[in-house]
């Protein structure tokens, strides 16, 4: 019997933590972003490839908040999910999270192809924190996990070109403002998930693109692919080439032969079909190939040192195997971006789908051969590039049926611009309390003004809406919102005259001095940055009307930049005194508990700062390369750091 595509919702019970809120401040600061090289590592790089590393790197994560009021308490929890079946697999994914394919199956097996994170355990990962691992994402936006890897995307049903039924996933990406759709088509009787995926530009101008397709899967494999040298990248920030499949003596396409995380970029030969496989021991696993627009491809290993198995560990729950990635993106290397020229688009399509090949244990050359001429016999390449002719005049396809709803973003930009984007609507109906004050300047040409004491509105930095604001009343809300578009168009001095003009007739002041605060420490005036953060902290904490999420919320990512901006002016009484009073539930947090040993060391207090590691903390937004509670411990006194603080992620300097 033939079994037709199906779409269809279903609810996952997973132990889960809580996402929190979200970080009301703005992120005025430079990203802490790790995937970045010396200028020296550039140096004989193909041209292209050089250009495209020093073109439009992002330098700032506005207008997207920091996801970081996640915890590390897991209980089940409800996570909505759509599964796409056909008779031969069936592809779990969360609409709410990014759109992550969880898992996908390959029924006539009972096999799981990816690595399936029994867990949702955030992490800092993604360029503005919450990240969780596990099955295949998405990644747009700039080098790093996306911003939207914990947050919702718009879903529904809409026609595929065999006749059945597709899965559309879409949303409008932020940090560059780019719509985008990923289409999942599992035409019946396949083997192989074909997902379509179009990145559009509507604007009159040029904008800088990335995208990299992640897909983990368990670590005890060999990964292959059409390459005899990759780029590698290590947590040292440096970029070198090396041979494939060995180098310094150790065959690092087994990723439990490497002992530090660390990013292979496969350097397949122009004309060569894109693919990446991960196989066992007997040659069954998991391939991914698409049409050539998507040409990079990448393994990522955690490493087997200890640092590498605590993150593996920290990641999900006790007893579950450890992964790598395997990934394809649009450049050679995660550290570049393309040009998407203006009113333009690019597109392609990828297939996943199960392969078993002969043993991938021996010789290179013959290994990558054998597996591509069986790739070829389940799915020739001029298949893939047959099935990515056959969808794309459906990527305008209306939705038929709404599965779920993302963000209201994108219904605004539509809303100022005017335009048109058949396949991926974004009615005004989801404009909800965020957006809404933006949609009020749109429409009134002022700005609303918020509750005394409450955090301000997000903040929207596009050119477009940086002249709506320069043309707006210039009430102290707006002086506000003004002055960190101008801090993001790299217009420093205008953005503090503008928080300057807000300070003198706002009826809240801290948003306002906070900034200045984080202006002054940017340009190197720590002692006066320290001033304005505690007036800053002192004058949230009398205003403070609302005792629930947001404003515990708001106290919170306040006091804590406060006391270490007073820690870093050497003032550490007045560090004290901010800290008794952030409420004890925040003090307790491991974050919070990191920075309280920092306190008690400026204080001299060197005994207690190390009990506080003797009787243990977690750190739950802890950074991907962060190295302080290393540095931190050591201040203590030092030894052996003990196994559960051991993140590193790169060998000890020699």
């Given at each position: 019997m033939v079994i037709v595509t199906t779409i269809r919702h279903e609810v996952l019970t997973l132990p889960a933590a809580p996402m929190g809120p979200d970080n009301p401040l703005p992120a005025l600061r430079p990203l802490d972003e790790v995937h970045r090289i010396e200028d020296r590592d550039k140096a004989g790089l193909p041209h292209d490839m050089a250009r495209q590393i020093g073109y439009a790197p992002l330098h700032s994560l506005l207008p997207a908040p920091v996801r970081d009021g996640y915890g590390r308490e897991r209980r089940a929890r409800a996570i909505d999910a759509l599964i796409l079946e056909n008779d031969r697999l069936r592809a779990t994914v969360l609409p709410g999270l990014g759109g992550r394919i969880a898992?996908?199956?390959?029924?006539?097996?009972?096999?799981?192809?990816?690595?399936?994170?029994?867990?949702?355990?955030?992490?800092?990962?993604?360029?503005?924190?919450?990240?969780?691992?596990?099955?295949?994402?998405?990644?747009i936006g700039a080098t790093g996990h996306t911003t939207l890897s914990c947050a919702p995307l718009h879903a529904a049903r809409v026609p595929a070109p065999d006749?059945?039924?597709?899965?559309?996933?879409?949303?409008?990406?932020?940090?560059?403002?780019?719509?985008?759709?990923?289409?999942?088509?599992?035409?019946?009787?396949?083997?192989?998930?074909?997902?379509?995926?179009?990145?559009?530009?509507?604007?009159?101008?040029?904008?800088?693109?990335?995208?990299?397709?992640?897909?983990?899967?368990?670590?005890?494999?060999?990964?292959?692919?059409?390459?005899?040298?990759?780029?590698?990248?290590?947590?040292?920030?440096?970029?070198?080439?090396?041979?494939?499949?060995?180098?310094?003596?150790?065959?690092?396409?087994?990723?439990?032969?490497?002992?530090?995380?660390?990013?292979?970029?496969?350097?397949?030969?122009?004309?060569?079909?894109?693919?990446?496989?991960?196989l066992d021991e007997d040659g069954e696993g998991l391939a991914q190939t698409s049409t050539d627009v998507l040409r990079g491809r990448k393994l990522f290993v955690w490493g087997t040192g200890p640092g590498g198995r605590r993150w593996q560990e920290w990641l999900t729950e006790p007893g579950t195997g450890g992964y790598c990635e395997i990934q394809a993106g649009l450049t050679r290397t995660q550290l570049e971006h393309v040009r998407l020229e203006a009113e333009s688009e690019v597109a392609w399509l990828e297939s996943y789908g199960p392969l078993h090949a002969p043993p991938p244990a021996g010789e290179w050359g013959a290994a990558v051969?054998?597996?591509?001429?069986?790739?070829?016999?389940?799915?020739?390449?001029?298949?893939?590039?047959?099935?990515?002719?056959?969808?794309?005049?459906?990527?305008?396809?209306?939705?038929?049926?709404?599965?779920?709803?993302?963000?209201?973003?994108?219904?605004?930009?539509?809303?100022?611009?005017?335009?048109?984007?058949?396949?991926?609507?974004?009615?005004?109906?989801?404009?909800?309390?965020?957006?809404?004050?933006?949609?009020?300047?749109?429409?009134?040409?002022?700005?609303?003004?918020?509750?005394?004491?409450?955090?301000?509105?997000r903040s929207l930095v596009a050119p477009h809406w940086r002249d709506l604001l320069e043309t707006a009343p210039a009430t102290p809300v707006a002086e506000y919102h003004l002055g960190v578009a101008q801090w993001h168009a790299g217009d420093r001095a205008q953005a503090v005259r503008s928080w300057e003009r807000a300070l003198e007739l706002a009826p809240s002041q801290w948003p306002s001095l906070r900034c200045l605060a984080v202006a002054d420490r940017e340009t190197g005036h720590h002692e006066r940055a320290a001033d304005r953060y505690a007036e800053a902290f002192d004058t949230l904490c009398r205003e403070r009307a609302d005792d629930g999420e947001d404003g515990t919320a708001a106290t919170a990512a306040l006091g804590r930049e406060t006391v270490e901006a007073l820690l870093r002016a050497g003032r550490p009484a007045d560090a004290r005194a901010v800290w008794e009073r952030i409420d004890a539930p925040t003090r307790e947090r491991g974050r919070f508990r990191l920075i309280e040993a920092e306190l008690l060391l400026a204080e001299g207090r060197r005994e207690q700062a190390r009990a506080l590691f003797d009787e243990g903390f977690e750190v739950a937004d802890l950074r991907e390369g962060d190295e302080r509670i290393g540095r931190t411990w050591d201040r203590t006194g030092g030894g052996e750091l003990p196994g559960r603080y051991d993140f590193r992620m790169r060998p000890e300097p020699s």
């Open positions: 898992s996908l199956v390959h029924k006539p097996a009972d096999r799981e192809l990816l690595y399936r994170n029994p867990v949702f355990q955030p992490a800092n990962f993604a360029l503005n924190g919450a990240w969780f691992s596990g099955g295949i994402e998405w990644n006749g059945g039924q597709m899965l559309r996933l879409w949303e409008w990406e932020r940090l560059r403002d780019l719509p985008f759709q990923v289409d999942l088509w599992l035409p019946d009787g396949s083997d192989f998930l074909h997902v379509g995926v179009r990145v559009r530009n509507p604007h009159d101008r040029p904008v800088p693109t990335y995208w990299w397709s992640n897909i983990a899967v368990p670590e005890e494999r060999r990964v292959l692919a059409p390459a005899e040298e990759a780029y590698h990248f290590g947590y040292e920030r440096r970029l070198r080439r090396v041979p494939v499949p060995a180098h310094d003596g150790v065959d690092r396409t087994y990723p439990l032969n490497s002992a530090y995380a660390a990013d292979y970029f496969y350097e397949v030969p122009d004309g060569r079909r894109r693919w990446i496989a991960a051969r054998q597996t591509e001429e069986r790739l070829e016999a389940v799915l020739p390449r001029t298949a893939v590039d047959a099935a990515y002719a056959a969808w794309k005049p459906y990527a305008d396809a209306e939705p038929e049926e709404i599965l779920s709803a993302g963000s209201g973003w994108g219904a605004l930009e539509v809303l100022r611009g005017g335009w048109k984007l058949p396949g991926t609507p974004f009615p005004e109906s989801t404009v909800g309390p965020e957006q809404e004050p933006w949609r009020r300047l749109l429409r009134t040409g002022s700005f609303p003004e918020p509750d005394r004491g409450a955090p301000p509105a």
